[in-house]
């Protein structure tokens, strides 16, 4: 019975799938813890998010704009790491927008977005949705600036 079971489920595909993409699972995996490590830095950079915890001395003698710039820099080295974690690009997004401006925060906002299912630029993907406050805002930055563009 054993060997039938094992059997029947190596012709499934997520069972072959693991075997097969054992070692691209495993890099994803680490990427991810890597950027798991990256992401509560930048929070606690963050200058604008209430924190439970108050941040450190070393963190509290920088200026809100440093502690912006630092916390951008580490939510884009965590979405480099995993491009699917919302928490590091909306960091990233809000952070080098307040630091940089909207045209250096609009390809991370522009990410988010694409998570969601939603492209600035195809109403279709955002029209009889209702939009989360974060979507909003993101869709908004992105739009704003393709304004300013054109």
Request: include cysteine; charged fraction near 35%.
């Amino acid at each position: 019975l054993d060997a039938a079971e094992e059997a029947m489920s190596r012709a499934l595909f997520t069972t072959a799938l693991d075997v097969r993409c054992a070692e691209e699972l495993a890099d994803r995996s680490h990427r991810a813890a890597q950027a798991r490590e990256l992401v509560p830095q930048a929070r606690e950079l963050d200058p604008d998010r209430k924190a439970v915890v108050p941040p450190t001395k070393s963190v509290a003698a920088l200026s809100k704009s440093e502690r912006r710039q630092r916390a951008a820099k580490l939510a884009q080295r965590a979405s480099a790491f995993d491009p699917l974690d919302e928490e590091a690009l909306w960091l990233a997004a809000t952070m080098s927008d307040a630091a940089s401006g909207r045209f250096e925060s609009r390809r991370w906002f522009d990410r988010y977005l694409a998570l969601h299912g939603i492209r600035s630029h195809d109403d279709r993907t955002f029209r009889v949705r209702t939009l989360s406050g974060e979507e909003r805002l993101a869709l908004d930055a992105v739009q704003d600036a393709d304004r300013l563009l054109n």
